[in-house]
T-cell receptor, first 114, second 115 residues
């Protein structure tokens, strides 16, 4: 079974559209994350959720809105897509008991905005 | 997260040990040293972590200097599938109130295993 899964794997869309990316983890972890990897391969944290509550919201445009219906899911909704949103988006999760939060990543969603 | 410095690229012959260095001179006492790698087109993969002591698992060994200002990741018998970008990250793990910070990825070391 895949520990952290994301759908879709590829997403091609037009500028101005609204799209969602879904993430699910079956590890029973408390915290989930969204990262963005741009064309220069820099990987940056966007959001962190713990038990369905937002912990971290880095400097991300408010067009990006994470939603966590339950502890196992963290979805990313993007409004009014722009060319600069083209990137690979990775979901991750971690179990944070005991002070160590090793993160496990999904396979990524490759978003291309035309 | 602590600032880390790694060489941009390294080569290693297949079957030999790959030793990847990392400097983290500003690491805090409560920050662990984590190593992740990213194989082309895949999500980052956890390798190993440590606080003060050297650590070993089925993937690698981690040697941390006594002053904690640097560390070395050792892949004992590198294979072609170990070709990847390796990231050294200083990270405190969980927060006292629950949850954890995101990881701060640098540029990493692009390790190329030569046949």
């Amino acid at each position: 079974d895949t520990a952290v899964s994301q759908t879709p794997k590829y997403l091609v869309t037009q500028m101005g559209n609204d799209k969602s990316i879904k993430c699910e983890q079956n590890l029973g972890h408390d915290t989930m994350y969204w990262y963005k990897q741009d064309s220069k391969k820099f990987l940056k944290i966007m959001f962190s959720y713990n038990n369905k509550e937002l912990i971290i919201n880095e400097t991300v445009p408010n067009r990006f809105s994470p939603k966590s219906p339950d502890k196992a899911h963290l979805n990313l909704h993007i409004n009014s897509l722009e060319l600069g949103d083209s990137a690979v988006y990775f979901c991750a999760s971690s179990q944070d008991r005991g002070g160590v939060g090793t993160q496990y990543f999904g396979p990524g969603t490759r978003l291309l905005v035309l | 997260d602590a600032k880390t410095t790694q060489p941009p690229s390294m080569d290693c012959a297949e079957g030999r040990a790959a030793n990847l260095p990392c400097n983290h001179s500003t690491i805090s006492g409560n920050e662990y040293v984590y190593w992740y790698r990213q194989i082309h087109s895949q999500g980052p993969q956890y390798i190993i972590h440590g606080l003060k002591n050297n650590e070993t698992n089925e993937m690698a060994s981690l040697i941390i200097t006594e002053d904690r200002k640097s560390s070395t990741l050792i892949l004992p018998h590198a294979t072609l599938r170990d070709t990847a970008v390796y990231y050294c990250i200083g990270h405190r793990g969980s927060r006292s109130g629950g949850g954890a910070d995101g990881l701060t990825f640098g540029k990493g070391t692009h390790l190329i295993i030569q046949p």
